[in-house]
């Protein structure tokens, strides 16, 4: 059970259905799942696309139609196009049902068949405001939700439009991810939330992060820091407990995450800039 399962649940309460929540699935299993489905008449499915695909790929595969289907949810990721070719082939009466936001967030919109995929209503206690960059936040002003009046970040960025499917007020585009983050063996890191972590040390005036690979994958991270710095090792050791990417992606070899005091940060020579995250390869 993860955050989308009790979404659903919820949803399903509300709207009187029955649910069952699915984690992963093994090949062999999807044509008796899909059988069943088909079978008990089921009226929804719900997941990210990606995964979703996966679903009605598997019931291509196996010739299973679904014409009981009408809606599909789906959350957690852009809308793939492709999933429309399979829902002509697998379930031609069903209709996609959006819904955005995030862990912190909770759902912040959901748009309708006839949105636009990338276009969001919000919901009424949802304020959505455009920031620097077209960076999107968001603040909920529901009293019963996990966390009222304070402001999200997402890390999405958007616009707010008319939507084309004629409902009246704003509507919520989503133009995609803006915020730094960088593929460390196969997971997310934030690299200006570290560095702001750095940064935020008595004595540090400036960071950087430096992954350094050797055939593809990351071998290590290192945390290259500007000024004085007392015991690298202990801000090291904590920087491991709080940030679940670099703890998950070196669990085994931690020591190959860390953090030097040097004379100057990697900077491009020709423009004189300095990033804040930079790859060096290995031969
Ligand atoms: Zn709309």
């Not at 919901?123 to 019963?144: K, M, Y």
Request: charged share 20%; aromatic share 6%; with cysteine.
């Amino acid at each position: 059970m993860w955050g989308a399962h009790f979404l659903a649940a919820g949803l399903a309460d509300l709207s009187g259905c029955r649910v069952i929540a699915l984690g992963s699935v093994t090949a062999e299993e999807y044509p008796q799942w899909l059988g069943f489905l088909a079978d008990r008449k089921v009226t929804a499915i719900g997941g990210t696309p990606s995964v979703l695909r996966l679903w009605f790929a598997h019931a291509r595969a196996a010739g299973i139609e679904l014409p009981s289907l009408r809606k599909v949810l789906w959350l957690g990721e852009a809308w793939q196009p492709q999933l429309e070719e399979d829902l002509a082939a697998v379930a031609p009466k069903a209709r996609r049902h959006g819904m955005f936001g995030s862990t912190e967030t909770w759902v912040v919109g959901a748009n309708s068949p006839d949105c636009p995929a990338d276009t969001f209503h919000p919901f009424p206690h949802q304020l959505v405001h455009v920031g620097d960059g077209g960076l999107l936040d968001f603040t909920s002003l529901d009293p019963a939700m996990l966390n009222p009046v304070l402001r999200y970040r997402t890390g999405d960025a958007g616009e707010l439009v008319p939507c084309p499917c004629g409902r009246p007020g704003p509507a919520m585009r989503v133009l995609g991810r803006r915020d730094n983050v960088v593929q460390v063996r196969g997971l997310g890191l934030h690299v200006d939330e570290l560095l702001a972590r750095v940064e935020r040390e008595p004595g540090v005036t400036r960071a950087q992060v430096l992954v350094t690979e050797r055939g593809g994958r990351a071998e290590s991270v290192d945390v290259l820091v500007l000024g004085a710095l007392p015991d690298p090792d202990s801000l090291r050791r904590a920087l491991l407990a709080e940030t679940f990417t670099l703890s998950t992606a070196f669990v085994h070899d931690p020591e190959h995450v860390r953090v030097r005091v040097v004379d100057a940060l990697i900077s491009n020579d020709r423009t004189g800039k300095t990033a804040g995250f930079a790859v060096r390869e290995e031969l």
